[in-house]
């Protein structure tokens, strides 16, 4: 699972180099937010934009991984394409994640959750 | 992998029970499921209810994360009849229990962040995304049958 992260202005940015986080990468997609996301309190901002299909066990990776983050962390999403957001819209995960259309949406001064 | 000699345009593939060997197979039928004539969004709506499907399959009737040389198999057939993908998988693990897929709606979402469901995605997108499901259990095997309807408009918002 090709999950890098770098240190933003507006917090942590997590980009997914795959273009599928489905069954057979869930636990190593789990397992490297946990790495990439401990000990840095505030957003971190998840890229999709090269990821172009989640089953139902990528998105219960990511919902593992919003939970296992402390109380000062918030886990937010951009760049969903279609077909992803339409998983997120079907399982109203959509209601669980703020969803920003695209990064600079996300990042932007007057960045807001859609 | 495609007859279609006068006869219905099918897809058939065979593989071992494992994520990759799902993963790959979702792969194939991606790039071939154009020859049935679906459009994209019903290709999408195909290999989702499909990964669901054949995750099932891979997780509940034969517990196979590693698929080994004693991994089971499953067969896959696509074919269009008329202005439905009806898709039958086979596998020979262990029956569903119930005799088919459990009735389970979506887990509560107006909840803290620690309660919030990691599972039960699975089912809830098979409903929604299939206009037919059948399950029969015969000489030790499972056969699912699912249908698709095509020729609909692109996916609502």
Redesign the interface.
Known sequence: MNLDSSEQPFGLLVTVGDS?I???VAIQFKDRMRELTAGRPGRILLDLSQVD?V???G???I??A??Q?EADQTLELAALS??VS??FR????D??FPIHETLEQATGPRANAS | MAASDGAEPQLRLSFPAG??E??AA?LCLRRDLPRLGLDAAEI?RA??LL??LL?NI??HAYCAERPGPGAGAIELDCRRKGSALIVTLRDRGRPMPGGGLPEKG?AA?DVG??D????G??L??VR??ADELSYARRDGTNILRVGLGLGRPP?EA
């Open positions: 599928r489905d069954a057979s299909f089953d139902s066990s998105l219960g990776a919902v593992a919003l939970k983050l279609p077909t339409k998983v079907l399982t109203r995960m209601k669980v | 994520p990759e799902v993963r979702l999408f290999e989702l990964a669901e995750n891979v997780e979506l979402l962040r620690q919030l469901p990691e599972g995605f699975g809830h997108l929604e995304l996916a």
